[in-house]
């Protein structure tokens, strides 16, 4: 194997090592990724990496992938199956060779047939959770990692500004939505990081509405922008809240208790704070306004090849956040059946303090449609 391969493997030992088990076993998915850096699906075919402690590792592969898998460079044990004979030979012969007694796996990601198939074939098998230490690697991000989110943020930015230089009053949410994602892509995005939310109105009051086709876009709304590109295996995650001709005082003060928040996590971000620290910053901001009953969400979370990874910045978490994290400041305010305000960026922590990845305006902004 390559030495960059070698590299990945041995961070994964080593927390098997630390956690005193004999192995950690990956399944597809960012974890996946991160260590045979090249992705694989995750479908109803089980697909496992087990890195042992100590010595080399060993995959079972469905034999459609071995293609796929050769590309990896990986040259441990390979125990493939097929479709027509099923997995369970594969397992059984997986275990015997691994000769472990205990398998640290993913508890967020790994589904329960997968580790059916690995206690029916080693019943004593000791398997414990450890999606917290497992992830903890991707948590700090190198420089071509940040550089990959960065080219997924632009390609959002430039995305959403020709979006909103677009939208006229009495189209629909859904008309809006379409533009969005037609410009993600001619921006040159590799996928969307999510479905993305485009709610107005009192759509907007609902933290993870979906575009309505029934629903027109009117004078004094509020459109909530809730999306990302995904490029070269990163995802972007940003959202902007804009009003349509004109904006209440309502709206405005709203807008104004949510951007007060938003920069008050910033001030508050740097090497060394816990996530529940800059979640007390921005909530307490919140909370003492007029508009504390509208509070229906944690700050943010962090942001890499998943959308949603650790660590989620949220009161109770004591998480140290060290430099080199991404995570997203996005606090909200919303009231039902009225509307809600939203404003997200994308944040790397540094020594010294923070970079805002995210440069889209986010000065209070009424659409002249």
Request: proline share 4%; aromatic share 8%; net charge negative.
């Amino acid at each position: 194997m390559s030495n960059s391969l070698n590299d990945r493997f041995s961070a994964y030992a080593d927390i098997a090592a630390a956690l005193s088990v004999d192995a950690v076993a990956l399944v597809p998915g960012p974890n996946f990724t991160r260590a045979v850096d090249h992705l694989f699906m995750s479908n109803e075919r089980p697909f496992l990496l087990v890195i042992p402690a100590h010595g080399p590792a060993a995959a079972l592969v469905p034999n459609l992938e071995l293609g796929s898998w050769d590309l990896v460079g990986f040259d441990g044990a390979v125990f493939d199956w097929r479709d027509q004979t099923g997995y369970d030979d594969a397992f059984a012969a997986l275990t015997q060779h691994l000769n472990i007694t205990s398998l640290a796996v993913e508890g967020q990601v790994m589904r329960v047939f997968v580790h059916h198939a690995l206690k029916k074939a080693q019943p004593d098998l000791r398997i414990i959770d450890a999606e917290r230490e497992i992830s903890a690697p991707r948590m700090i991000k190198t420089e071509a990692e940040v550089a990959a989110l960065q080219e997924a943020i632009n390609i959002s930015e430039r995305a959403l500004r020709a979006t909103l230089d677009s939208v006229k009053l009495g189209q629909t949410e859904k008309e809006i939505e379409q533009k969005l994602v037609q410009m993600v892509f001619a921006e040159g995005a590799d996928d969307l990081s999510f479905a993305p939310i485009v709610a107005a109105g009192d759509g907007s009051a609902r933290p993870h509405a979906k575009a309505r086709e029934d629903y027109r876009v009117k004078a004094g709304d509020a459109l909530l922008i809730d999306f990302g590109a995904r490029k070269n295996g990163f995802a972007a995650d940003i959202t902007r809240t804009v009003f349509l001709g004109h904006v209440s005082d309502e709206g405005r003060e709203v807008y104004d208790t949510v951007l007060r928040a938003n920069l008050a996590g910033l001030e508050a971000t740097r090497a060394g704070v816990t996530a529940h620290e800059i979640d007390d910053v921005v909530i307490s901001v919140l909370e003492a306004s007029p508009y504390a009953d509208r509070i229906r969400t944690k700050t943010g979370h962090g942001l890499g090849r998943d959308v949603h990874e650790a660590p989620y910045i949220m009161r109770g978490n004591h998480m140290t956040l060290p430099a080199g994290t991404v995570y997203t400041n996005e606090p909200g305010l919303y009231e039902i059946g009225n509307f809600g305000v939203r404003i997200e960026d994308d944040v790397l922590i540094t020594e010294d303090g923070y970079k805002s990845l995210t440069n889209f305006p986010k000065e209070l902004m009424v659409l002249p449609c």
